[in-house]
């Protein structure tokens, strides 16, 4: 009989000392993979996980992709303006609101020296890349236009940014120079000159600057600068803050050739998205 009990006790025993060794080693577990956060993007906002498990990173990703679709998390809205056309637009319209001087809306962009690429053809094929990019971080992505056909007066492509509320609009373009030796990248920003352009000044400066800096660390490029302009009537009508890229001189032989390959504008459009995730962090 006594031994029939001391066998029970011991089962007890054993029992016991099985479920505290669980307990511990789930707690312990807990503990291990809480400490271990994974950072992912989504939508263009960094969030940490808590969880290694990959069923938990998907609901949590479903979880931010909801708040941004019922608005509790602000999407960055992106303008893109490819310049130029495939045919000049000769009409005019006021260089900035309430003025009496006027400018023609497309006098018509550069050509390779060599390559004979019409500039409108790099800035479209560059801004829809661009596009594709900032589409896949999370950003919500308007374009001026998307065809080359169509031919866009200068207030025109500022109010789309403006009714889009943009927090930034950035316009692609193609240099030139009467000097075939010059070469490298610009950023022009609008000069704060009427009520519009003193409001988006610091923020377009600011942002230019980045994105420039970015462009021509990672493509390889002369940084020309920035270029403050009171002549732009895209930049006098904006009311959201605004950016012209000039990508590279068509004029130099070597940058036209550049300007022409899919891998180099791949290049270039990457670096203008790591750019603007800079600038608007």
Known sequence: MRKSKNIVVSLILVLLIVVF?????????????????????VNNIFVHSKSVEKSEKKDDKLKIDKKVS??????????????????SNLDKEPIE???RSMKIKDGGGAEGVLSKTPEYL???????????????????????KAENSKSLGNVERAEIANKENADLAIRIHADSSDNSSVNGASMLIPAPINENTKLIYDKSSK?????LD????????QN?????????????????????VEMGFLSNA????????????????????????????
């Not at 970015?214 to 490029?221: A, E, I, P, Q, T």
């Not at 050739?257 to 899919?262: D, N, V």
């Open 21 to 41: 060794v669980s307990k511990a080693l789930q707690e312990s577990y807990l503990k291990i993979t809480s400490e271990q956060a994974i950072p992912w993007k």
């Open 214 to 221: 970015r462009l021509v660390k990672d493509v390889g490029m």
């Open 122 to 144: 790099v800035n479209m094929q560059v801004a829809l890349k661009l596009r594709t990019i900032l589409e896949e971080r999370g950003y919500i992505v308007k374009m001026t």
């Open 70 to 87: 019922t608005g509790e998390i602000k999407r960055k809205i992106i303008v893109i303006d490819p310049g130029h056309a495939n045919k």
């Open 224 to 244: 020309r600068g920035l270029s403050e302009r009171k002549d732009m009537t895209g930049f006098n009508w904006s009311k959201v803050p605004v950016v012209l």
């Open 207 to 211: 942002y230019g600057k980045i994105i």
């Open 254 to 281: 070597e940058e036209d050739k550049l300007l022409s390959s899919t891998e180099y504008q791949n290049k270039l459009a990457k670096a203008l998205a790591d750019g603007i995730d800079l600038a608007l962090q």
């Open 97 to 99: 609101p309430n003025s």
